[in-house]
C-alpha cells in the first residue's frame, strides 16, 4: 500500500543513484522496474527528477552526507547513504517544505527496511538544517561542487572550450526544454502547430530546424494531438540536423551505420522516399529501430551488423548517403543524462575515438564518388570531433569537406558544433565530406 508522503518515489531516487554511483549502471534501465511499479505518474516524475537532481549536486551532497554522518554506514546498510543524499539535494533545491522532505526521507528509510536508521536520517537531516549555512561554506569552493562533474571532466572541457567551458556546465544542469519533430508526410508544421495549439500546447517555432516545434510547457507526450498516429515524435533540434546536412532527395540510397532507437532514420524517412538500410551492431538495439519505424509507420531494410567490419553484411552496392551517428561520450546530451558524468570514465574518450576513426575509414568506400558522408556525434569533446574530421581528411584525398554556414553552430577547423543550451539544443557535432570523383 503506497504511503502519501512520497516515501516511493524517494527511495526509487535513491535507489538510482546507488546504481549509478555503485555500480555504474545507466539510470534509465536501473530506474524501469521502479517506475513501472509506481502508480501515480506525479510519482513517477518525482522518483526521475530526484534521481536527476542528486547526481546533478553528487559532490556536495555527498561531502556533506560525510561530514554530518559520524560513522560510516555499515556495507548492509549503504543505501541510507544514497536515501540522505536525495533528502540534501532536494534540501538544496528548496521546492518544497523542508518538514516533508525529512518526513519523508525518514519514510524512505523505513520502506526500504532500514528502520533501525530512521532516527538516525531524522537526526542527519534536522542537523542539515539547524546548520545550513556553516556546512554549506564548508564544501570546497571548486568548480567540482559548484557545478557537480567529476574533475577530469571538467578538465577536458575547460581544455577544449576555454571561454565556454562554465557555460556548458551550467547548460548542463538544466532540464532541456521539449523538443518535437513534425512528419511532413502527415501534415506540415504550420497544422501541427495550429492543432496543438487548438488542444492548448502552444510552440514556439524555433530558428533553422525545419521540422522542429519546442512545447512551451512540459507535458505527458502521450497526450499531443497527431502523436499516436506518428505526426509527431520526440526529438532534440540538434539531432534532427542531420537530415539537413546528409541533403537527401527522393530514391536515394542511404546507409545509417548506426540507427538504434531510429530517430534520424526516421526522420530521413519522413523526409523522403528512400531506399534505406538501417544498420546496428546490437540486436536488441536493432528492435528498437523497428519499433519506430512501425510506429511511424516507415520502412527501412533493418540489418544487424558491424559498421566496422562492411564485408560481413554490404551486398556491394554503393551509398549515394551515409550517416555515421557514432557511439560517442555522450557529453552533449548530460543535460538529458546526468548519469552520464559519473558513468564515463577518462579513459572512455581514446578508445571511443579509436572507434569513431575506424568506423570513417571503414565505411568511406562504401559511399559512392560524388555522394555525401555525414559524420554526427552528440560529444562536445574535440577528439572525437573537429580532431576526428581533420584527421579523416588529412587521410582521404578523395575528400571534400562541405561547410554549412546557414546550420546552426560553431564553425570548427573542420564541421561545425553545438554546445549544450546553444539555441535551446544538445551539445551536437557535425561534418560531412563529399567523395570527389578523382582525388583531389
Ligand atoms: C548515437 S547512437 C545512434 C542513435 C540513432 N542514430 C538515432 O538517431 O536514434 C549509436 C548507436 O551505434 C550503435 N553501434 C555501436 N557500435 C557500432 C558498430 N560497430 N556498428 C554499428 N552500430 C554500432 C550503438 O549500439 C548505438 O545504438
Not at 518526513?103 to 532516527?119: F, Y
Not at 546528409?246 to 540507427?259: F, K, N, P, T, Y
Not at 528492435?287 to 533493418?302: F, I, N, Q, V, Y
Amino acid at each position: 500500500m503506497p504511503t502519501p508522503t512520497g516515501a516511493e518515489p524517494r527511495l526509487l531516487a535513491a535507489r538510482g543513484a546507488a546504481a549509478v554511483l555503485d555500480r555504474g549502471e545507466a539510470l534509465d534501465l536501473a530506474l524501469e522496474p521502479g517506475l513501472a511499479a509506481l502508480n501515480q505518474s506525479r510519482d513517477r516524475a518525482l522518483a526521475r527528477r530526484l534521481a536527476h537532481a542528486v547526481l546533478r549536486d553528487w559532490p556536495a551532497v555527498n561531502g556533506l552526507v560525510g561530514r554530518l554522518l559520524q560513522r560510516k554506514p555499515a556495507r548492509r546498510d549503504r543505501l541510507v547513504h544514497f536515501i540522505l543524499g536525495v533528502a540534501l539535494a532536494e534540501l538544496r533545491e528548496a521546492r518544497e517544505p523542508a518538514r516533508a522532505v525529512v518526513h519523508a526521507a525518514v519514510e524512505a528509510a523505513r520502506a526500504a527496511g532500514l528502520t533501525h536508521l530512521a532516527g538516525l536520517v531524522n537526526a542527519v537531516l534536522r542537523n542539515y538544517q539547524r546548520n545550513t549555512a556553516a556546512l554549506t561554506a564548508a564544501l570546497p569552493d571548486d568548480p567540482v561542487h559548484r557545478y557537480g562533474y567529476p574533475g577530469w571532466l571538467i578538465a577536458r572541457i575547460q581544455s577544449d572550450w576555454p571561454e565556454a567551458w562554465e557555460d556548458v556546465l551550467a547548460a548542463g544542469n538544466r532540464p532541456p526544454p521539449l523538443w518535437l519533430r513534425v512528419n511532413r508526410r502527415y501534415w506540415s508544421r504550420e497544422q501541427a502547430r495550429r492543432s496543438l495549439a487548438d488542444a492548448g500546447f502552444p510552440t514556439t517555432i524555433p530558428d533553422g530546424v525545419g521540422d522542429a516545434l519546442v512545447l512551451d510547457q512540459r507535458v505527458a507526450i502521450g497526450r499531443l494531438p497527431g502523436f499516436a498516429d506518428g505526426g509527431l515524435s520526440v526529438q532534440d533540434g540538434a539531432a534532427q540536423l542531420s537530415a539537413a546536412y546528409l541533403q537527401i532527395e527522393d530514391g536515394m540510397r542511404v546507409l545509417d551505420a548506426c540507427s538504434a532507437p531510429g530517430g534520424k532514420a526516421a526522420h530521413l524517412l519522413e523526409q523522403a522516399r528512400l531506399d534505406l538500410t538501417a544498420l546496428e551492431l546490437d540486436g536488441p538495439r536493432l528492435a528498437r529501430t523497428a519499433e519506430t519505424l512501425d510506429r511511424l509507420k516507415l520502412s527501412a531494410r533493418l540489418v544487424q551488423g558491424d559498421a566496422v567490419d562492411p564485408g560481413s553484411w554490404w551486398d556491394g552496392r554503393r551509398f549515394d548517403r551515409i550517416l555515421i551517428d557514432a557511439p560517442c561520450s555522450a557529453t552533449g546530451v548530460i543535460r538529458r543524462h546526468p548519469d552520464i558524468r559519473w558513468l564515463r570514465r577518462s579513459g572512455d574518450v581514446g578508445a571511443l575515438a579509436e572507434q569513431q576513426g575506424r568506423m570513417l575509414d571503414a565505411l568511406w568506400p562504401l559511399l559512392r564518388p560524388g555522394g555525401i558522408l555525414v559524420y554526427v556525434t552528440c560529444s562536445i569533446l574535440k577528439a572525437e570531433n573537429v580532431v576526428q574530421a581533420s584527421r579523416f581528411l588529412e587521410l582521404h584525398c578523395d575528400a571534400r569537406a562541405i561547410e554549412h554556414p546557414e546550420l546552426p553552430g560553431r564553425a570548427q577547423d573542420c564541421g561545425r558544433q553545438i554546445l549544450p543550451g546553444e539555441a535551446g539544443m544538445d551539445g551536437f557535432y557535425f561534418a560531412a565530406f563529399e567523395r570527389l570523383c578523382s582525388p583531389g
